[in-house]
């Protein structure tokens, strides 16, 4: 099985994602709440710009507050 990595849109090719092994991502009004596979938290304010399947990846936009 091939978790998802989370990554901000418009970072260089090959740039770390800021999060990996990415069991659930939730969007509430705060941003987003991105459930890692070991039950770990973590709040990021940001909106998700795409999810590609493929690659297992989740794009996000910083949000303005």
């Known amino acids: ?5 989370v990554r901000f849109a418009g970072e260089p090719e090959g740039t770390e994602p800021i999060v990996t092994d990415v069991a659930r991502v939730e969007a509430t009004e705060q941003g987003l709440i991105v459930t890692v596979l070991l039950g770990e938290t973590y ?5 998700i710009k795409s999810i590609d399947f493929m690659e297992s990846t989740v794009v ?4 303005e507050e």
């Open 1 to 5: 099985m091939c978790l998802a990595r």
């Open 43 to 47: 709040t990021i304010k940001a909106a």
């Open 60 to 63: 996000i936009e910083k949000r």
